[in-house]
């Protein structure tokens, strides 16, 4: 069994920071790529950030300059980092990891059970 545990969204005024984690824990022999996605009221759920176990990183447009992902691999551990925040940030945020769970298993994504971010003065 792989556990995802989110933490550190809430309410924030416009121009202000959040910073979420992401713990996976569990059956875990290696983990590829996270990420972050998010989904607002009424919306797709769209990709906000991801970083391969290399360290490269990927960006929605939208979030370009304001947001940072990060991760730390002693802890299975990804980070969003997220300044500047806008109105239009808030949504629930869900961080995906993808993995594997033992030698010989393919790969998969998990999904967090997300933490809603409201930005909002």
């Known amino acids: 069994q792989v556990q995802l545990v989110e933490s550190g969204g809430g309410l924030v005024q416009p121009g202000g920071s959040l910073r979420l984690s992401c713990a996976a824990s569990?059956?875990?022999?290696?983990?590829?790529?996270m990420g972050w996605y998010r989904q607002a009221p009424g919306k797709q759920r769209e990709l906000v950030a991801s970083?391969?176990?290399?360290?490269?990183?990927n960006y929605a447009d939208s979030v370009k300059g304001r947001f940072t992902i990060s991760r730390d691999n002693a802890k299975n551990t990804v980070y969003l980092q997220m300044n500047s925040l806008k109105p239009e940030d808030t949504a629930v945020y869900y961080c995906?990891?993808?993995?594997?769970?033992?030698?010989?298993?393919?790969?998969?994504?998990?999904w967090g059970q997300g933490t809603q971010v409201t930005v909002s003065s």
């Open positions: 970083i391969t176990s290399g360290g490269t990183t």
């Open positions: 569990g059956s875990i022999f290696s983990i590829n790529a």
């Open positions: 995906n990891v993808n993995l594997i769970a033992r030698l010989g298993y393919r790969s998969r994504g998990y």
